[in-house]
């Protein structure tokens, strides 16, 4: 049985870091397209950033561009998200999403592994 498991979120003040580690468990990273999501009450689930299946290739979504970085490591089969310079609408259920492909899309519709999600709180 495949799961996915988000970890580290928090409640932080502006400006400050956080590094979100998702982990998975029934099957290997490696072979996997992954992601970050997040969602605020009342909003749709929004794409964050996305790795590819050979780690090779990194997008993220305008909003998070030269703050967040995403990072993969294999062998331990971990996704972390790091999150520097934090702000207040940064504030979010953040969720770890992963798929069977080789690319990655930026729509919730193209993952079919999600984790349940981790709250991250950024005060002003």
């Known amino acids: 049985q495949v799961q996915v498991v988000e970890s580290g979120g928090g409640l932080v003040q502006a400006g400050a870091f956080l590094r979100l580690s998702c982990t998975a468990s029934?099957?290997?990273?490696?072979?996997?397209?992954t992601g970050w999501f997040r969602q605020t009450p009342g909003k749709d689930r929004e794409y964050v950033a996305t790795?590819?299946?050979?780690?090779?290739?990194?997008t993220y979504t305008d909003s998070v561009k030269g703050r967040f970085t995403l990072s993969r490591d294999t062998a331990k089969s971990t996704m972390s998200l790091e999150m520097h310079s934090l702000k207040p609408e940064d504030t979010a259920v953040y969720y770890c999403?992963?798929?069977?492909?080789?690319?990655?899309?930026?729509?919730?519709?193209?993952?079919?592994?999600w984790g349940q999600g981790t709250q991250v709180t950024v005060s002003s």
């Open positions: 029934g099957i290997t990273l490696r072979n996997l397209a």
């Open positions: 790795l590819n299946w050979n780690g090779g290739i990194t």
């Open positions: 999403a992963a798929e069977v492909a080789f690319l990655t899309g930026t729509d919730v519709s193209d993952y079919g592994y």
